[in-house]
């Protein structure tokens, strides 16, 4: 009876030795797997991480740039409608007797060759005009301006004027009148190209 009994006793220690060493090679089989799965995991996390930080800052930076360079165009455009409101006054306001004054003080404010063309206006001018003309002069304020056309290297402005033509003592005639100035950008430099008044309105 007691030779059975250890019988017994040895056969449950093999059968639960046996049951050990297959849970052991079960765990140690699962373990790996699960820690190449975990791995991997951890990969295509840092990989989608990665990639969303770089998606991040592509989209990030390109609304930057769009921001900015929307800030630079507007910038430009106040820098042109502020220039050709200048150069409207100055130019619309003169008297007969300043010897275009106004004008020769305009010229580095034009393209090359548009200094040309009013050259060649003076030139006309002073053989038609004479020293004993009565004095004239021509006063002109600057009433509204839009930009009508705008890139990066060209652009077009309309203003709207008050024009009072005088003498000596008496105010003659008190009009509106339109003004177009063409512009060219020259050497990053805005420059007028052309300027060209339209017909007359009464106020």
Do not use: C, P
């Not at 840092?46 to 910038?75: E, F, R």
């Not at 275009?100 to 305009?106: G, V």
């Not at 002109?140 to 009072?164: H, Q």
């Amino acid at each position: 009876m007691k030779k059975l009994s250890i019988i017994i006793m040895v056969a449950v220690i093999i059968i639960l030795g046996g049951l050990a060493f297959v849970f052991f090679y079960w765990y140690e089989g699962n373990g790996n797997v699960n820690d190449d799965n975990l791995n991997q995991a951890n990969t295509n996390f840092a990989l989608n991480l990665n990639q969303n930080q770089n998606l991040n800052l592509s989209v990030n930076t390109n609304a930057n740039n769009n921001t900015n360079s929307a800030i630079d165009k507007s910038k430009e455009k106040n820098e042109i409608i502020g220039m050709a409101h200048t150069f409207a006054e100055r130019f619309g306001s003169y008297s007969n007797k300043n010897d275009f004054e106004n004008l020769e003080n305009l010229k580095s404010w034009m393209t090359s060759s548009y200094q040309k063309d009013i050259d060649s206006y003076i030139e006309e001018q002073e053989k038609i005009r004479s020293e004993d003309d009565d004095y004239k002069a021509m006063v002109s304020k600057v009433i509204s301006n839009k930009i009508t056309n705008f890139s990066d290297e060209s652009a077009r402005v309309e203003l709207l004027t008050e024009r009072t033509e005088e003498d000596l003592t008496d105010t003659l005639d008190n009009y509106y009148q339109k003004l177009v100035l063409e512009l060219k950008k020259i050497d990053n430099t805005w420059k007028i190209n052309a300027a060209s008044w339209g017909e007359k309105s009464d106020l």
